[in-house]
């Protein structure tokens, strides 16, 4: 019933579409998302991973998942993020993968929704260090779709794997263009 209600909704109402999947057999995997410039961008992936039907989570600093919102961010799929222990960020995300057996990790790698010029990238030495692949995701306002691009296995060579990843995204338009980051034809 909700699938139904999300399906009206995203794709009536809204006028949204969706333009491939992940293929149930992966697992384990970071969603590269891109762009990532307003609040509109969280209820565009919760419409999606409802209509799609396969569990995709994000991570947030633990303190969030207390009492009592907890309950309500472990149910949307979040995973609190333990620092503790000397683990900087890239170790402890990368550690969550061993320890689920399904594990799809959206991160906005802009890292904010203002405008940057560069990306961070940790969403890449997650993948990398948990040996998932990197499947790339564009919010694209200007065409009103949500596009799943090929997964690409991290090689460990950062630059080269970039220029593939973000051909995703070029001409893609966030809610605020302005703020989100451009991918240009021969990134």
């Not at 222990?85 to 990790?105: C, P, T, Y």
């Given at each position: 019933?909700?699938?139904q209600f999300?399906?009206?909704l995203f794709?009536?109402v809204m006028?949204?579409k969706?333009?491939g999947?992940?293929h149930?057999?992966i697992?384990?995997c970071?969603?590269?998302?891109l762009?990532?410039?307003?609040?509109h961008?969280?209820?565009l992936g919760?419409?999606?991973r409802?209509i799609?039907?396969l569990?995709m989570?994000f991570?947030?600093?633990?303190?969030?998942?207390r009492?009592?919102?907890g309950?309500?961010?472990?149910?949307m799929?979040?995973?609190?993020l333990d620092?503790?222990?000397g683990?900087?960020?890239?170790?402890a995300i990368?550690?969550?993968?061993?320890?689920?057996?399904?594990f799809?990790?959206?991160?906005?790698?802009e890292?904010?929704?203002?405008?940057v010029t560069?990306?961070?990238?940790g969403?890449?030495y997650i993948?990398l260090k948990a040996?998932?692949p990197?499947?790339p995701?564009a919010?694209?306002?200007?065409?009103k779709?949500?596009?799943?691009?090929?997964?690409?296995q991290?090689?460990?060579n950062?630059?080269?794997?970039?220029?593939?990843?973000?051909?995703?995204?070029?001409?893609v338009?966030?809610k605020i263009?302005?703020?989100?980051?451009q991918?240009k034809?021969?990134?």
């Amino acid at each position: 019933m909700k699938k139904q209600f999300y399906k009206w909704l995203f794709f009536k109402v809204m006028g949204w579409k969706i333009i491939g999947t992940i293929h149930p057999s992966i697992k384990k995997c970071v969603m590269m998302v891109l762009p990532h410039t307003s609040a509109h961008d969280f209820y565009l992936g919760i419409f999606t991973r409802g209509i799609i039907g396969l569990e995709m989570n994000f991570v947030a600093k633990k303190e969030l998942f207390r009492f009592p919102f907890g309950y309500y961010f472990r149910y949307m799929g979040g995973a609190p993020l333990d620092r503790t222990g000397g683990l900087n960020r890239v170790d402890a995300i990368a550690s969550l993968f061993a320890k689920k057996e399904v594990f799809r990790l959206a991160i906005a790698p802009e890292g904010t929704r203002k405008h940057v010029t560069e990306l961070k990238t940790g969403f890449y030495y997650i993948a990398l260090k948990a040996d998932v692949p990197i499947v790339p995701v564009a919010f694209d306002f200007g065409k009103k779709e949500v596009r799943f691009g090929t997964p690409l296995q991290p090689s460990g060579n950062i630059d080269q794997d970039l220029l593939i990843l973000n051909q995703h995204f070029i001409g893609v338009k966030g809610k605020i263009p302005e703020y989100g980051f451009q991918v240009k034809e021969n990134n």
